[in-house]
């Protein structure tokens, strides 16, 4: 099993910043990428960023794409996801992700991040 523990999350204005960090514990070595999704009210759960724990390879939604840099730190199992130039479009739940080479997927709980026009 893996655990992920989310930190970062809160209220900023539009245009300012966060950074997200998501700590793997567990059966760490097991895993083939990490990454975020977020989910809005009433929405449904989305992708966000991803990156290979091998290479390091990131992906990115089209929609944070330019304004999002996901990173790793092998070291300390953690995930980061920088945010910068945020809308109020991004407000939603942040959920750390991260799938194990067998295809099984661990989720953490979930962070608040929340955008003011």
């Known amino acids: 099993q893996v655990q992920l523990v989310e930190s970062g999350g809160g209220l900023v204005q539009a245009g300012g910043s966060l950074r997200l960090s998501c700590a793997a514990s567990?059966?760490?070595?097991?895993?083939?990428?990490m990454g975020w999704f977020r989910q809005a009210p009433g929405e449904e759960r989305e992708f966000v960023a991803a990156i290979t724990t091998s290479g390091g390879v990131p992906t990115y939604a089209g929609s944070v794409k330019g304004r999002f840099t996901i990173s790793r730190d092998n070291a300390k199992n953690t995930v980061y996801l920088q945010m910068n130039s945020l809308k109020p479009d991004d407000t939603g739940v942040y959920y750390c992700?991260?799938?194990?080479?067998?295809?099984?997927?661990?989720w953490g709980q979930g962070t608040q991040v929340t955008v003011s026009s």
């Open positions: 567990g059966r760490t070595f097991s895993l083939s990428s």
């Open positions: 992700a991260a799938r194990a080479g067998s295809g099984t997927n661990f």
